[in-house]
């Protein structure tokens, strides 16, 4: 007897992980203090759902992803596991030395990981990517960035 390995819908998985992102998000807006506040996070967990909706009703309807009828393919994965994990420590980074120095090491680096070798291009990309946040929220609007536990 030969039994068919039964396919995996990975756009049914990623419908459902669409879902499960916003409900997380959406429950976490419940501890935000201010009401105002909790108006973009709501607005934005509930066009998550809306455009979930919208591909499930894609899928159910049978129009494919991939117009060719190929799996999806899965061979920038690692890569993108590894970017991920740069981001946590990114976060990492931010709490314990603050937004500046996080970002000063973070977008070089980033940068490296993801092709550019140019370090001109790195350097006034990181540059003038702080500077930009530095004229616009301190300067601007008088926010203060995170500074981190070593400096507080």
């Known amino acids: 007897?030969?039994?068919?390995?039964?396919k995996i819908n990975y756009d049914l998985l990623s419908v459902f992980f669409i879902y499960a992102v916003a409900l997380i998000f959406f429950i976490a807006t419940f501890s935000i203090k201010?009401?105002?506040s909790k108006i973009f996070p709501r607005v934005m967990c509930g066009l998550a759902v809306l455009f979930g909706t919208l591909f499930l009703i894609k899928i159910l309807r049978g129009k494919p992803t991939n117009p060719d009828g190929s799996e999806p393919s899965f061979e920038g994965v690692g890569?993108?596991?590894?970017?991920?994990?740069?981001l946590l420590l990114y976060i990492g980074l931010n709490y314990v030395a603050g937004y500046y120095?996080?970002?000063?090491?973070f977008v070089p680096i980033g940068m490296l990981y993801l092709g550019q070798r140019n370090w001109i291009t790195i350097a006034g990309v990181t540059g003038g990517l702080i500077l930009i946040i530095w004229l616009f929220f301190d300067v601007v609007l008088g926010m203060?960035?995170?500074?981190g536990v070593f400096f507080m």
Request: aromatic content about 0%; cysteine-free.
């Open 1 to 6: 007897m030969n039994k068919q390995k039964k």
């Open 34 to 36: 201010d009401d105002a």
């Open 79 to 86: 890569r993108a596991m590894i970017m991920g994990a740069l």
């Open 101 to 105: 120095i996080a970002t000063a090491i």
């Open 144 to 147: 203060v960035m995170p500074t």
